[in-house]
């Protein structure tokens, strides 16, 4: 009889139940582990070295199992044990009942984990839970207006935006932007909630307090997983120090983290400071973003009057300049038209020109450039524009998102996806953002996961009409009028309004109702919404009327435009002569990855 293989031998000394039962236990002890995490405030490492030394142990396991055997009297030598009294066969299946109890113990934590609700489980919002977080990563929190003066808080607003652009400039440092830091106002969520839903490792909070010629900042650097002080500082200075003051909390939080400012030659040093450092022009452009932040037509008013201060007392400070070409076209194109419109739309052009002719290494004003050359319809000079303020600023959310954007105005929006995406990385709680992705990602078809994004942006917005009829639309794209109609008749009255129920009522099946809610929209909204209307005159296959609304956006500067090319009702026509005709009229091109409605 030949000698044994070696497998066979394997088989023998039940090496291999053996290493069956080590990877099993070694898994389920490992599930064990990660789920009693929470529940004692252990870090997550302590998962990561146990699965180390469980590999690291497997070997000694394996050896051990071929040179030893269980045996009625314990563990012995396996050379020791005579072969007619060797208990291999029946220890083998010993162990394979341990090996199934094991392994049900596993998937039972597994289920467990999976399907029991977690502490905070329903905070975190699905989109950024999973976000992973670097460790050179931090969040500046809105600093807490302590002056007993709600008028003060355009104040600590301004200085929490200021340490997020100082921030910013540092190599290798990821800065959540402030349309997301600031959803934390007065939150009550912990600093790990805060941490993961942001997915970053620390959090800047702390307060202000300004009294006549006095400030005091008071700022604690915090690391988000459990809420430990890595550094905190008070400081009392003179208001005419305020520049000095900024500069310092900003080194000391880079120092901590140990950030480097960028260097090369793209980067160029961006600033939110008036050159003549003037304080009256620095406060005045601080009401302004206040204001501007609010989006109201009111305060975009009042927004651009602050601006147009803060220009008239340092008239070379560039980023009010931006900021003023940014305001204007927003009115412009969200709350106006016919006359007033276009001065507006004009006043945004020549701001922004001011701003570059000042300082061409702004972000900001290239930024602004490009949202105007956008709104007169100069897509190749917007996008060059963004590309700019982006090599300007690395990782500037302005830029990804702008050029994500223009991605989806010249007919490709798989690169609108990913840069859009890029964008959510650095603004996860930005609802615009979420907003662009779900349009760009129905233009492909890709309609459950738009309605998951799109929802995601009316949890961060409830209030928004524009998200809520993007929502309906998605349903309209499915034919899922019952959806469509329950969802538009429980927004808010508002032209948003108007255009979702004029959309759900042409797939319900009353023709009556569809040509009265079409009325209503033209009746209310006719200057404002031509593009919408084009849209619904597409999806009822009037291409006669499409293409008649189409023209009055073009007269009017419809900001919707830019979606044409990834709009699925009107692509049903773009091969109707007609289609190139008016895409070579708005400067685009006249094909596109999107996929039209049949």
Known sequence: MGKPSFFAELKRRNVLRAA?????????????????????????????????????GFPFAMVFSWFYEWTPHGIQRESDVETDTSLTRETGKRMDRWIIAVLAIAVVLLLANVLVPHKNATSIPAATATTAIIGKSIAVLPLTNNSGDKDQQYFSDGLSENLIVTLS?????????????????????????????????????????????????????????????????????PYKDLFKLQDEIAQSVAGALKAKLLAGEAAAVQTDRPPSSNLDAYTAYLQGNYLDAQSTEANLRLAIEQYTKATRLDPQYALAWASLSESAGRLAAGFL???????????????????????????????????????????????TEFRRALQLAPGSTTGMEGLGLMASARGDPQQAIALTRQSIDSEPLRASGYLLLSRALA???????????????ISLAPQSGIFDAALVVIHVQRNDAAAALADAQRMLPGLWHDFALAMARQIGGDRASADAALKL???????????????????????????????????????????????????????????????????????TTAKPLP
């Not at 233009?443 to 942006?457: C, L, N, P, Q, Y």
């Not at 709009?567 to 190139?580: E, V």
Request: charged share 20%.
């Open 20 to 56: 069956m039962l080590y990877i099993g236990a070694a898994w389920a002890l490992s599930q064990g582990v990660a789920q009693l995490l929470p529940v004692f405030d252990f870090p997550n490492w302590v998962v990561r070295w146990f699965v180390i030394a469980a590999a690291i």
């Open 169 to 237: 400039q540092f190599s290798g440092l990821k800065v959540i932007g402030r349309n997301s830091s600031f959803q934390f106002r007065d939150t009550k969520d912990d600093s790990r909630t805060i941490g993961i839903k942001l997915g970053v490792a620390t959090l800047l909070e702390g307060s202000v307090q300004r009294a006549g010629d006095a400030v005091r900042i008071s700022a604690e650097l915090i690391r988000a997983a459990d809420g430990s002080t890595i550094w905190t500082q008070r400081y009392d200075r």
């Open 337 to 383: 038209n016919g006359a007033e419109q276009k001065a507006f739309y004009a006043q945004s052009l020549d701001a922004s020109n001011k701003a570059l002719l000042l300082q061409p290494n702004l972000a900001a004003a290239h930024a602004a450039h490009a949202q105007a050359l956008g709104f007169n319809f100069d897509w190749s000079g917007a996008e």
């Open 443 to 457: 233009s492909v078809g890709s309609t459950d996961e738009a309605d998951k994004t799109i929802r995601k942006a």
């Open 521 to 591: 929209l033209i009746d209310k909204n006719a200057d404002g919404m031509a593009f919408q209307i084009a849209q619904v005159y597409a999806l009822r296959r009037d291409p006669d009327n499409v293409f008649v609304w189409l023209d009055r956006a073009w007269d009017s500067r419809d900001p919707g435009i830019q979606f044409l090319l990834t709009d699925r009702f009107l692509l049903r026509y773009q091969h109707d002569p007609r289609f190139a005709a008016f895409c070579k009229k708005v400067g685009l091109p006249t094909t």
